[in-house]
């Protein structure tokens, strides 16, 4: 299974070489790496070696996403993760929105990640509930991208086909049912203003992990792409602090 289409100068994947903690980030549903870039950057300025996958169908054409399925975007994740842990002796990931929903399954499947970064991740979105029963082939107009700041601008498709919701909101299901397999620590990144993914979200992901250490920071001057938006500092800040913290905390089932 192949794109039809180039990549978009500026959403390409990237690996940004540092020390023996990695970083995977996940971008979201629609979006690109882009949209994690600056966050990815000041992340290895710190010396953490930083990895962040294109999702397969993403960043070309929005035609390119009718062919591909969630486990095609988990397993791109997956690979990601295996070969940043061969040569990092721990891995964090971060997520955002749909790449949260990612590192959760991830989290679930893969007990020795150290820890996962959750902004304004997707288990529960009521508003995309319609497209269960459209036609697949149809396609869907989208709404601009969801960002406070204004002179942000993220690289994401004007158009997405209905099939790809139906990918994404299966998806949702499925690690919704599964939270609690997830036991490293969680911090949540929370916008209490999201016109996307309802914030709510971020309180049931919470009280489901089966993790030991899971809390939330709340955001109150960004909107759903929060990584592109003001309180970026204070994302990556607090992402560090985290990271240093769980760094010191037992791999693997918390007791």
């Known amino acids: ?44 300025k ?12 993403h960043g ?34 971060i997520g955002q929105s749909m790449g949260g929903t990612l590192s959760l399954d991830l989290a679930s499947r893969h007990s020795e990640i150290r820890g996962i970064a959750l902004i304004n991740p997707a288990i529960d979105i009521p508003q995309f509930e319609t497209y269960r029963s459209r036609p697949a082939h149809a396609y869907v107009t989208e709404d601009a991208p969801d960002i406070k700041k204004a002179d942000a601008v993220e690289i994401t498709y004007g158009q997405a086909p209905v ?32 016109h996307v993914v309802p914030p709510a979200n971020t309180d049931y992901i919470l009280g489901k992990v089966g993790s030991e250490h899971a809390f939330k920071h709340e955001l109150h001057n960004s909107y759903h792409i929060a990584s592109m938006d003001h ?11 985290w990271i240093e913290q769980s760094s010191v905390l037992p791999a693997g089932r918390q007791a």
């Open 1 to 44: 299974m192949n794109e039809q289409y180039p990549v978009i100068q500026g959403a390409e994947a990237f690996f940004l070489k540092g020390g023996g903690t990695g970083i995977l980030l996940c971008h979201g549903f629609l979006g690109t790496p882009q949209s994690v870039r600056e966050l990815g950057e000041a992340l290895g």
């Open 46 to 57: 710190q010396g953490y070696t930083v990895s962040c996958p294109r999702l397969p169908g």
């Open 60 to 93: 070309t054409h929005f035609k390119d996403l009718q062919p591909f399925s969630n486990e095609d975007w988990f397993q791109s994740v997956e690979q990601a993760y295996l070969e940043l842990k061969q040569t990092c002796t721990s891995v964090f990931v």
């Open 163 to 194: 099939k790809a919701y139906q990918q994404l909101l299966g998806y949702m299901d499925a690690v919704r049912a599964k939270l609690g397999e997830v036991h490293c620590p969680v911090v949540c990144f929370q916008s209490l203003e999201d």
């Open 231 to 241: 309180e970026l500092d204070f994302i990556v800040a607090k992402s560090i602090e």
